[in-house]
């Protein structure tokens, strides 16, 4: 089990970073308008000048990356309830432990990509905003496969199960909504969309390796 899981995150991240590198040295194409590049721009640049900026779309995926943080919110009031009631770090679910290194490591993932290796900015200046952003990935996108993708994941152990159908079929709907609102707002091109769906993924095996290993750490403990 812990090689497969292992596996199964160094895959996804070895395809993350081999198409990361792709996109800065297959099919460059020249922005005019905003006087910058982008790879598989024979992809990008038609597909951006065919759909352009979307308000509705774009308003919708704004939402969807608020409401993700409401889930963030919820797991972290479960982690102080159980802290409170048990009055131990040790008694937390070790989940939650992992859930919260996950976001930290998202957010460093954003970070690095916005500020120390920019592949490319986005299409064109966002309506209200004063420059051009760097594009990949799409950070909405990244956070809406990370937090609906382990909130599904945690749907797992709910008992009841219409609940739990219940649950899974809202975050996915969610997770889908953000994904193709974001694609279609046109403030992206497409290849930022599926970076921050393969760069979601990865750290979504990342967090199952956390998981893993929290389980395989209490279990020797105990």
Partial sequence: MKRKVLFQFLLVTLICVLFTLLLKTVDIGYVAATGSTVGFSSVNIPFSERFGFNPVFYKISQVGGYVSFLVIGFFFVMGLYELIKNKSLKKVDGDLYALAITYVFTVILYIFFDKL??????PFIIPGESALESGFPSSHTLLAVVVYGTAIAECGKIRKREIRVALTVLLGFSMLLVVFSRLFSGVHWVTDIIGGILWGE????LFQVFSFLLRKNRGKQA
Avoid: F, H, S, T
């Avoid at 290796?117 to 986005?122: A, E, F, H, K, Q």
């Fill in 202 to 205: 990865a750290l979504m095996e």
């Fill in 117 to 122: 290796l920019v592949i490319n900015m986005r």
